[in-house]
């Protein structure tokens, strides 16, 4: 069946503009994170949506970056006024269940470049 | 804070020759322990997890982790790498306490093989 998905595959932007990075989970799964994969740095959990609602977003790095997630399916990732240090693989991963120990499926991240 | 460290940032081999990947993480409760794989060019997926039983847990592709609770290690190995295992592996643990679903990942381990 279909896999993670995620729009776009790259994103050259620059300083100072908004942009919108979406992800598609698998069909049925409840849970959604966003990761952010810097090279050196592994990967970072930026937010977890159980549904639509989000439990966790501790990982946020400035009140720059936003998520939401409608209809326990799509989720976007918002990052406002990019920066330099945006610059960074984005990834999404999807779960059946928030329940401990269930696989992460990642889709294949998105590449930010902010000029 | 909760962390996972992967002291190994690069490893070169030959062929044939064994590994072993370090992972410690630093949590004082029950976890869920993951290594993942990322190959050139794929997404990141999944290779073993531990959720309790055997300490000694199998995963694909002749891959092997062994949980030390009292060294809080997950550490991975295999007897014989071949070409085709050169990727970069992530150590991630989650608590197993309700309520808790965020995952923790390592910075990753680089590994070459050499024909």
């Given at each position: 069946g279909a896999g993670v998905s995620q729009s776009p595959s790259n994103k050259v932007t620059e300083k100072g503009k908004d942009v919108e990075l979406r992800c598609d989970p698998i069909s049925g799964h409840t849970a959604l994170y966003w990761y952010r994969q810097s090279l050196g740095q592994g990967l970072e959990f930026l937010i977890y949506f159980q549904g639509n609602s989000?439990?966790?977003?501790?990982?946020?790095?400035?009140?720059r970056f936003s998520a939401e997630r409608t209809g326990g399916s799509v989720s976007t990732l918002t990052i406002q006024r990019t920066q330099q240090e945006d610059s960074a693989v984005y990834l999404c991963a999807s779960t059946e269940s928030p329940s401990r120990g269930h696989e992460q499926y990642f889709g294949p991240g998105t590449r930010l470049t902010v000029t | 804070a909760q962390s996972v460290s992967q002291h190994n940032h690069h490893v070169i081999l030959s062929e044939a020759a064994s590994l072993e990947l370090g992972c410690n993480y630093s949590y004082g409760g029950t976890v869920n322990l993951f290594w993942y794989v990322q190959y050139p060019g794929q997404h990141l997926q999944l290779l073993l997890k531990y959720?309790?039983?055997?300490?000694l847990v199998k995963g694909i592709k002749g891959f092997e982790a062994e949980f030390i609770k009292s060294k809080f290690s997950f550490n991975l190995r295999k007897p014989s790498v071949q070409w085709s295992d050169t990727a970069e592996y992530f150590c991630a643990v989650t608590p197993s306490a309700s309520g808790t679903y965020k995952y923790i990942f390592g910075t990753g381990t680089r590994l070459k093989v050499l024909a």
């Open positions: 989000a439990p966790d977003k501790s990982g946020l790095p400035s009140d | 959720f309790s039983g055997d300490p």
